[in-house]
């Protein structure tokens, strides 16, 4: 079973400043396929996930562009250029090369 | 706009059994692998199992293997997921999602094992 792990668990951010997410696999997402198998959703209070990133780079349609994803293998990066207060809630990542692992979660706070 | 509706949940003796629901519309259904998460209180979310487009192939969790089966019927656009032997730590939200990016969940429903 693929491991996923996320730091930090929550994080405090001010509107405007940039934040970040890590994520990290105990396998490798790299297929032979080519694709990364790695994914980002958030859930904001009250509500479903939402995919916000998939194959570790690719913005799902709809997303913000202020999001981005980047890594590769093991070692992840979920990226928001500049906090809104709408971007509150819980950021999860998950792998799916091998069945479906998400990570514990990292819950984002804006001040 | 891409549309799933979960239904079935409730309250439940541990022990017991439930079938969820999961209705789909707006998109080619019968092409697309379908998931069930779940999110427990206080914890993350947790990806439960998953059932080929065709229906040939599942996939469970090992903490759901043996008690839970997911099917689905292309005809009506639905995808299930029948639950035995519920446990206290069966007490979740299930979603359904679309694909294996699991790009578009449902609003879940409440499923609550307690005597």
């Given at each position: 079973e693929i491991v996923m792990t996320q730091t930090p668990l929550s994080l405090s951010v001010t509107p405007g400043q940039p934040a970040s997410i890590s994520c990290k696999s105990?396998?490798?997402?790299?297929h032979s396929d080519g694709k990364t198998y790695l994914y980002w959703y958030v859930q904001r209070p009250g509500q479903s996930p939402h995919l916000l990133v998939y194959e570790a780079s690719i913005r799902f349609s709809g997303a913000p562009d202020r999001f981005s994803g980047s890594g590769s293998g093991t070692d992840f990066t979920l990226r928001i250029s500049r906090v809104e207060a709408e971007d509150v809630g819980i950021y999860y990542c998950m792998q799916g090369m091998s069945l479906f692992t998400f990570g514990p979660g990292t819950t984002v706070e804006v001040k | 706009e891409v549309n799933l509706a979960e239904s079935g949940g409730g309250l439940v003796e541990p022990g017991g059994s439930l079938r969820l629901s999961c209705v789909a519309s707006?998109?080619?259904?019968?092409t697309y692998v379908m998931s069930w998460v779940r999110l427990a209180p206080g914890k993350g979310l947790q990806w439960v199992a998953a059932i080929s487009a065709s229906g040939a192939n599942t996939y469970y969790a090992d903490s759901v293997k043996g008690r839970f089966t997911i099917s689905r019927d292309n005809s009506r656009e639905t995808v299930y997921l029948q639950m035995s032997g519920l446990r206290a730590e069966d007490t979740a939200i299930y979603y359904c999602a679309k694909n294996t990016a699991h790009e578009f969940w449902g609003p879940g429903t409440l499923v609550t094992v307690s005597s």
């Open positions: 105990s396998q490798s997402l790299l | 707006d998109f080619p259904f019968d």
